[in-house]
Nanobody
Framework: QVQLVESGGGLVQAGGSLRLSCAASGRSFSSYVMAWFRQAPGKEREFVAAISGSGDSTAYADSVKGRFTISRESAKNTAYLQMDSLKPEDTAAYYC????????????????WGQGTQVTVSS
């Protein structure tokens, strides 16, 4: 069982940066793929980024490629999402998720979810 707690959301101007953190409890953090999804009001939850358990494989949505960076720190059982050059269309609730196995971009294969953190980008 894994529990996930996100932090780091907030209000930022367009062009600014934020770093989200996802702290995981439980054992074997390196066994889990960690991912970030987001959901804006009235829209479906969408994939943002994912990183393998070892950290050597990552995947990004086209809409964030080159602006967002996912990473993980095993010593702290924490995954991060560095978000740069933020745009108003990045405004959403951001969710951390975890699964065993391979990196996947679909939300319904992730077993564990955090409560979400709000990111609002003003124009």
């Amino acid at each position: 069982q894994v529990q996930l707690v996100e932090s780091g959301g907030g209000l930022v101007q367009a062009g600014g940066s934020l770093r989200l953190s996802c702290a995981a409890s439980g054992r074997s953090f390196s066994s889990y793929v960690m991912a970030w999804f987001r959901q804006a009001p009235g829209k479906e939850r969408e994939f943002v980024a994912a990183i393998s358990g070892s950290g050597d494989s990552t995947a990004y949505a086209d809409s964030v490629k080159g602006r967002f960076t996912i990473s993980r720190e095993s010593a702290k059982n924490t995954a991060y999402l560095q978000m740069d050059s933020l745009k108003p269309e990045d405004t959403a609730a951001y969710y951390c998720a975890a699964k065993v196995g391979f990196v996947r971009t679909v939300y319904n294969v992730y077993s564990y979810w955090g409560q979400g953190t709000q990111v609002t980008v003003s124009s």
